[in-house]
């Protein structure tokens, strides 16, 4: 919510006034079959691999993991790739990624897109798969958000 505020001030800093309809989003987006599949996939693939190594050091070290706390009295040692796979990314079967992306969109009042954020996908026929069915059964089922 506090990143729209934050795009909201720069667009009128800069002579311009703010639209939620070109307001996007930047998420991690992991589907599967089904949610238990995506899980695991998440927890012991490219998701947890790059949190582990790359994302989690540096937002600790620069004193950021607060960026993804949903308590700000949460512990630093409680931010942890479960936790972010159930609270921050977007990981499940086509029906509960949309019910995640519909309740997203609610929450911070609407916005224009969700940019899947990219790794370096191993294996990539499933990051193929997850995005096949981001295109054919995620996007049409939230075709009447606005």
């Given at each position: 919510k506090t990143h729209w505020e934050a795009y909201e001030q720069g667009a009128k800093k800069g002579g311009h006034k703010a639209s939620r309809s070109s307001w996007r989003i930047a998420r991690d987006v992991y589907i599967a079959d089904t949610t238990e599949q995506a899980r695991e996939e998440a927890l012991n693939g490219t998701l947890?691999?790059?949190?582990h190594g790359y994302v989690h050091p540096v937002l600790k070290k620069y004193n950021y993991l607060k960026i993804v706390k949903l308590d700000p009295d949460m512990s630093d040692d409680d931010v942890t790739a479960e936790?972010?796979?159930?609270?921050?990314?977007?990981v499940g079967s086509p029906d509960d990624v949309a019910?995640?992306?519909?309740?997203?969109?609610?929450?911070v009042g609407g916005f224009g897109s969700v940019l899947a954020m990219h790794h370096e996908w191993e294996p990539r026929d499933k990051w193929l798969k997850s995005m096949t069915l981001l295109v054919n059964e995620v996007i049409p089922a939230l075709s009447d958000l606005k």
């Amino acid at each position: 919510k506090t990143h729209w505020e934050a795009y909201e001030q720069g667009a009128k800093k800069g002579g311009h006034k703010a639209s939620r309809s070109s307001w996007r989003i930047a998420r991690d987006v992991y589907i599967a079959d089904t949610t238990e599949q995506a899980r695991e996939e998440a927890l012991n693939g490219t998701l947890a691999r790059d949190w582990h190594g790359y994302v989690h050091p540096v937002l600790k070290k620069y004193n950021y993991l607060k960026i993804v706390k949903l308590d700000p009295d949460m512990s630093d040692d409680d931010v942890t790739a479960e936790y972010m796979v159930d609270n921050i990314w977007v990981v499940g079967s086509p029906d509960d990624v949309a019910a995640k992306l519909r309740k997203l969109h609610q929450d911070v009042g609407g916005f224009g897109s969700v940019l899947a954020m990219h790794h370096e996908w191993e294996p990539r026929d499933k990051w193929l798969k997850s995005m096949t069915l981001l295109v054919n059964e995620v996007i049409p089922a939230l075709s009447d958000l606005k």
